[in-house]
């Protein structure tokens, strides 16, 4: 998986192949067979594997963290960017994962939306944000989505958000969504 998710990141899934994984891996190209029927198998558990990895690497690092709805979105927002500069394959993995693997794609984004519902659920049971029901929890949570992958993106060449785009992005944040009226 990690070999797949190197050349990927930097090649493309249609540059992607068997015996490039496995040359990659150190393993002999039929142990690629051993753990997947082919190559669009390989593409179809790869985002998952990846995005579970980021959401991982982001709980651990609020995982000490103690604060308000507000400033745990601000701490998610600069560990996303941490996971990005660390994982710069990324953003090729998920986005040209739309086309060549597009249930994979959907099974990550739907996964992200549910997580992200479950923590805007927590702030609003904490008192942090106004109520909403499912519907608006769940468009909420994928324009938050969407929010933080273009700011994210706009500066994925120097592999470095500059702090005045986190602060951009807290104050939309604070005076929006968090806004206490």
Known sequence: ??????IVGESGYAATTIAKVTQVAGVAHGTFYNYFE??????????PYIGE???DWIAEELADFSGTGFEREVARFRAYCGYLRENPGFYRVLYEAEVFAPKAHEAHIRRLTEGYVRALQRAMAAGDLREMDE??????AAILLGARAYVAMQFKESREVPEAAVNAY???MRDGLFRKD
């Open 1 to 6: 998986m990690e070999a797949a998710a190197q």
């Open 53 to 55: 990895r980021m959401t």
């Open 135 to 140: 519907a608006e929890l769940t468009t909420t």
């Open 170 to 172: 807290a104050a939309l």
């Open 38 to 47: 082919d190559r669009q198998e390989l593409f179809d558990v790869l985002l």
